[in-house]
């Protein structure tokens, strides 16, 4: 059964950092890109960040970029995002996200219909 775990939210102050972990089991993670997205209230879910299998490519929406990091622990299956200078809009639940495998090391995948496996998100909260 394939498994994605978020955790490392919570309420932090603008201009503050949090570092999100989301933990995969039951999938071929070293062969997966994966993803970040998040929803706030109200609004769809948006793309955040993702990165190729091999963690030679990155992608980020233009509202985090510079501001948050994407990264991978392919031995640990773990894919972590890190947010800094944290903004009042980035309150949002996050989600991790795993979409097919590839073939193709750096392959990275921005839409939400091109993942099949979501995580239970995790809360994020800025305050002002």
């Known amino acids: 059964q394939v498994q994605l775990v978020e955790s490392g939210g919570g309420l932090v102050q603008a201009g503050g950092s949090l570092r999100l972990s989301c933990t995969a089991s039951g999938l071929t993670f070293s062969r997966r890109a994966m993803g970040w997205f998040r929803q706030a209230p109200g609004k769809e879910r948006e793309f955040v960040a993702a990165?190729?299998?091999?963690?030679?490519?990155?992608y980020y929406a233009d509202s985090v970029k510079g501001r948050f990091t994407i990264s991978r622990d392919n031995a640990k299956n773990t894919v972590d995002l890190q947010m800094d200078s944290l903004k009042p809009e980035d309150t949002a639940v996050y989600y991790c996200?795993?979409?097919?495998?590839?073939?193709?090391?750096?392959?990275?995948?921005?839409?939400?219909?091109?993942?099949?496996?979501w995580g239970r998100g995790t809360q994020v909260t800025v305050s002002s």
């Open positions: 990165i190729s299998w091999s963690g030679g490519s990155t």
């Open positions: 996200a795993a979409p097919p495998p590839t073939t193709n090391r750096d392959q990275i995948f921005t839409a939400k219909n091109e993942y099949d496996y």
